[in-house]
């Protein structure tokens, strides 16, 4: 078994805890090894690996916050990941620094033992002609190229087709349960149960739109901008692409889902720490 693990950014505290928990798996005698960033930072003879090889592991371990989980979603591909709270919300990290050594020598030995458990969270993806965006763990927005008066996009919403809304606004936000909490509730979206099957349809500050929507998971959003100055399309905050107008933007769920190993969060105590 190979297993990888990335710390956060620029973190001693998860550099620390990222070598104990290799020096741990190593001594159950599973193969492990660092990224290169947090390998750097503990300024030790490992020169550590580019953070691509977590899609050819078979267990990815997340030390930070919910940012480093996605950072580790975004290169593991459909490789099952366990992520370690160093004390911030918590909604994809759900071990303590505490319980996190137990907890990833259960997974090592339930990968001996063909006996992983993992939770399938879905992804999603936009896409406009031939293009495609990186697959999104909380959102996809379709924005304009800045925010406030005499900004945004004249748009259309429509929902497998059928029209939905149409208006002038910052942006149109579609997030999965998982981005519910992050910047779709900072935009006053809903929150949604992770066990919830659907998508949220959010307009950003509209002129004249309709409240948020939730839909099924499985529902095509359309974003549809007759401007020729199109819009710029962004997932989980990052890896930002301007599309020239017109422009339609279909938002769906795509493959693979982010993988979740390890034991659950709790949503409502993660919730607590939002107050």
């Known amino acids: 078994m190979e297993v990888g ?4 950014k620029g973190s001693d505290r998860a550099a620390v805890v990222a070598a104990d928990l290799r020096d741990a798996v190593a001594a159950a005698g599973a193969s492990v090894w660092l990224d290169a960033e947090t390998a750097s930072a503990l300024d030790g003879p490992d020169p550590g690996r580019s953070v691509d090889a977590l899609a050819d592991s078979d267990l990815a371990v997340a030390v930070g916050g919910d940012g480093t989980f996605l950072f580790v979603a975004r290169n593991a591909d459909d490789t099952p990941i366990v992520g370690v709270n160093l004390g911030e919300v918590g909604f994809l990290n759900a071990l303590s620094p505490e319980d996190a050594e137990d907890a990833i020598l259960a ?3 339930a990968f001996d033992d063909g006996e992983v458990r993992v939770r399938e969270v879905p992804r999603l993806a936009a896409r406009a002609g031939d293009w495609e965006s990186v697959p999104a763990a909380n959102e996809v927005v379709v924005q304009g190229d800045r925010r406030g008066p005499g900004s945004g996009i004249d748009y259309e919403v429509r929902v497998d087709g059928v029209p939905y809304s149409e208006s002038h606004a910052d942006g149109v936000l579609v997030a999965t349960p998982t981005g519910s909490t992050a910047y779709n509730l900072s935009e006053r979206g809903p929150l949604v149960h992770p066990e919830v099957s659907g998508l ?7 002129r004249d739109g309709m409240p948020p929507l939730v839909v099924d998971l499985d529902a095509t959003v359309t974003v549809v901008v007759e401007d020729p100055s199109g819009a ?3 997932s989980d905050g990052r890896n930002a692409t301007t599309l020239d107008g017109p422009i339609s933007v279909t938002i769906e769920r795509t493959t693979p889902p982010m993988r979740i190993a390890g034991p659950p969060s709790d949503f409502f105590e ?3 720490k939002l107050s």
């Open 5 to 8: 693990i990335v710390a956060r």
């Open 107 to 109: 997974e090592v030995q």
């Open 200 to 206: 949220i349809v959010n307009e950003m500050a509209a």
């Open 232 to 234: 710029i399309v962004v």
């Open 270 to 272: 993660a919730l607590e």
